[in-house]
């Protein structure tokens, strides 16, 4: 069963940066990568896409080497309110339509 | 802001009901999910759909259904609720031409007794 993973977990200094990297062997060839946040009793919140190469906004840079089968989400200068748990998403192949799977989740644990 | 809302934040059940979850999103976007979330065990797809009146199985399918009657709506159905479906559940939708930027709803943690 294709899957997405993840490292469990990550501990992390204030003003570090943090690289968590997510492993998708079986990546849809048309399919976008995409980072998810999520805090406690909140639904997961949209940090970055991308499709390959780097991608970098205000809160973060993805790095997607050729082949897509993995991606690294880093986290400049982390501050305690980074903690949260950390997903990226991916369509995998079916066979009919990809199927947007999310990894195994990654916590991150900021902190002074 | 695009708004995803579930129609019960906590809801308690006794085995075999019929239970249903509402979500309901105002942005006009084609594309709804249902995951249902375990502690350990991360997110995980039930069913989705690009589409109204359109619906594909997710990766645990078994014991639900799903019903999309109308663009904003994508209702989760739990024929005949055990207590293994006890869970958060969560809704989200996305935009046709970015169907992987998911907005999510705030969840219902459903407990089945």
């Known amino acids: 069963l294709a899957k997405t993973t993840q490292p469990i977990s990550m501990d992390s200094y204030e003003g570090q940066e943090v690289n968590i990297t997510c492993s998708h062997n079986?990546?849809?060839?048309?399919?976008?990568i995409t980072w998810y946040q999520q805090f406690p009793s909140q639904g997961p919140r949209f940090i970055i896409q991308?499709?390959?190469t780097k991608v970098t906004n205000e809160v973060a840079s993805l790095f997607i080497p050729a082949d897509r089968k993995s991606s690294t989400l880093s986290l400049p200068r982390v501050s305690l309110s980074d903690t949260a748990v950390y997903y990226c998403l991916v369509g995998l192949n079916t066979g009919t339509a990809s199927k947007l799977t999310f990894g195994t989740g990654t916590r991150l644990q900021v902190t002074l | 802001d695009v708004k995803v809302t579930q129609s019960s934040r906590y809801l308690v059940k006794r085995t075999g009901e019929k239970v249903f979850l509402e979500c309901v999103q105002d942005m006009d976007h084609e594309n709804m999910f249902w995951y249902r979330q375990d502690p350990g065990l991360g997110l995980r797809l039930i069913y989705f759909?690009?589409?109204?009146?359109?619906?594909e199985k997710g990766d645990i399918p078994e014991g639900y259904s799903v019903s999309r009657e109308k663009k904003e709506r994508f209702s989760l159905i739990l024929e005949s609720a055990s207590t293994n479906q006890t869970s958060m559940y969560l809704c989200?939708?996305?935009?046709?031409?970015?169907?992987?930027?998911?907005?999510f709803g705030s969840g219902t943690q459903l407990s089945v007794l």
């Open positions: 759909s690009y589409d109204v009146k359109m619906k």
């Open positions: 989200a939708s996305s935009p046709g031409k970015e169907k992987e930027k998911l907005f």
């Open positions: 079986n990546i849809a060839t048309n399919d976008y």
């Open positions: 991308g499709y390959k």
